[in-house]
Nanobody, 127 residues
């Protein structure tokens, strides 16, 4: 059974930083998947935040470019999101996601393409 488990969420003031982590169990071939962070605020659709392809290519949402950094440790099958200069509009539930991809450098960024989801970790940024 595949499990993605997020940690590192919490409450922080605007301008602060948080680092999210996602650990995965065995049950799927980690190296065949793009790994992403999505987020969903109340009343809004789930949106892609950052994605790393199998070859390390990264894609960020415009709203997070320059502030967030995604990384993955293939040996540990872990995914990370360093979030700096946080804003109140970053407040949301953050989800780790794995999307199968036959391409080493391209990822489908749609939430509908995700193969596996974590349970989410809450990030709250106060002004």
């Amino acid at each position: 059974q595949v499990q993605l488990v997020e940690s590192g969420g919490g409450s922080v003031q605007a301008g602060g930083s948080l680092r999210l982590s996602c650990t995965t169990t065995s049950g799927y071939t980690w190296s065949n998947y793009c790994m992403s962070w999505f987020r969903q605020a109340p009343g809004k659709e789930r949106e892609q935040v950052a994605t790393m392809a199998r070859d390390g290519t990264t894609t960020y949402a415009d709203s997070t470019k320059g502030r967030f950094t995604i990384s993955r440790d293939n040996a540990k099958k872990s995914l990370y999101l360093q979030m700096n200069s946080l804003k109140p509009e970053d407040t949301a539930m953050y989800y780790c996601a794995a999307t199968f991809s036959s391409s080493a450098s391209w990822c489908n960024l749609s939430s509908r393409a995700v193969s596996y989801w974590g349970q989410g970790t809450q990030v709250t940024v106060s002004s």
